[in-house]
Nanobody, 122 residues
Framework: QVQLKESGGGLVQAGGSLRLSCAASGRTFSNYAMGWFRQAPGKEREFVGSINWGGDSTYYADSVKGRFTISRDNAKNTVYLQMNSLKPEDTAVYYC???????????????WGQGTQVTVSS
């Protein structure tokens, strides 16, 4: 089992920045690829980005490419999502997820955090 807990969400004005953190505990964190997903009210959960176990490969949804950056610190069992140039359409609950395989389909991820709310005001 892997336990995940997100933090760092909040309210920010359009154009601002936030950094989300996801702290992991349980099994060896460095064995797992990590993904960030988000879900807005009335919408399906969507892929934001992912990072491989070593941190040297990252993938992003087109909607966040160039604005969001994923990184990880395996010594701290933590993955980060740096979000810059935020837009109102980025408003959602953001989730981190872990799985042995790297992917962009939420159905492929076995372990999930409880989510953190990000609200971007216009």
């Amino acid at each position: 089992q892997v336990q995940l807990k997100e933090s760092g969400g909040g309210l920010v004005q359009a154009g601002g920045s936030l950094r989300l953190s996801c702290a992991a505990s349980g099994r060896t964190f460095s064995n797992y690829a990590m993904g960030w997903f988000r879900q807005a009210p009335g919408k399906e959960r969507e892929f934001v980005g992912s990072i491989n176990w070593g941190g040297d490969s990252t993938y992003y949804a087109d909607s966040v490419k160039g604005r969001f950056t994923i990184s990880r610190d395996n010594a701290k069992n933590t993955v980060y999502l740096q979000m810059n140039s935020l837009k109102p359409e980025d408003t959602a609950v953001y989730y981190c997820a872990a799985d042995l395989a790297l992917g962009n389909d939420p159905r492929e991820y076995n372990y999930w955090g409880q989510g953190t709310q990000v609200t971007v005001s216009s």
